[in-house]
Antibody, heavy 121, light 110 residues
């Protein structure tokens, strides 16, 4: 079964760029109609959808983050990535990657275990 | 896009039922049948419990059920078990290739 694992720095300085990678194992990132999403959760708060990418490279981003977010996919390594520019303390959160349904259904599953990113000098 | 509204907490005794509401608008819950629910134990990643309003993924007990009326979706947990104690998050497609989550509900099993 498909499993996802986030990786990247746990501490990022304000105004810098946050970069995370999600490794997909147990199946090809290119199979089926799935897309690949990033989501985040500040401590003690709810979840927020950041955006998604298809293996074609097509992307959709949360309008509230669109100006600072870029996603990319590398089918040769079965990975997809997230960059968030000009980070502030408000970007401190656990960042999750997840597979999205695609097709005529909608869900996020499975999720990676999460990567806590703290924005601090 | 504002977060969907969920009660902060609900509680029930072992074996009883609880229902969690998730209220949105015509631009999200009311406009699409793409509501999903996620269970999250402390320190763990969310797990899909219900999708497309009322469908259960393979492996999720039939004690979990979903429904929708107008702009409000609901998750009902029947026959509460100790392991059901967790946070629950609703999510809805919100149009224009965007998704919105709920504020989250903590379920306590008494």
């Amino acid at each position: 079964q498909v499993q996802l694992q986030e990786s990247g720095p746990r501490l990022v300085k304000p105004s810098q760029t946050l970069s995370l990678t999600c490794n997909v194992s147990g199946g090809s990132i290119s199979s089926g109609t799935s897309y690949w999403s990033w989501l985040r959760q500040p401590a003690g708060k709810g979840l927020e959808w950041i955006g998604r990418i298809y293996t074609s490279g097509s992307t959709n981003y949360n309008p509230s983050l669109k100006s600072r977010v870029t996603m990319s996919v590398d089918t040769s390594t079965n990975q997809f990535s997230l960059k968030v520019t000009s980070v502030t303390a408000a970007d401190t959160a656990v960042y999750y990657c997840a597979r999205g349904a695609g097709g005529h259904s909608d869900w996020f599953a499975p999720w990676g275990q999460g990567n806590l990113v703290t924005v601090s000098s | 896009q504002s977060a969907l509204t969920q009660p902060r907490s609900v509680s029930g005794s072992l074996g009883q039922s609880v229902t969690i509401s998730c209220t949105g608008t015509t631009r999200d819950i009311g406009g699409y049948n793409y509501v999903s629910w996620y269970q999250q134990h402390p320190g763990r990643a969310p797990k899909l419990m219900i999708y497309d309003v009322d469908k259960r993924p393979s492996g999720v007990p039939d004690r979990f059920s979903g429904s929708k009326s107008g702009n409000t979706a609901s998750l009902t947990i029947s026959g509460l078990q100790a392991d059901d104690e967790a946070d629950y998050h609703c999510c809805s497609y919100a149009g224009s290739y965007n998704y919105v989550f709920g504020t989250g509900t903590k379920v306590t099993v008494l």
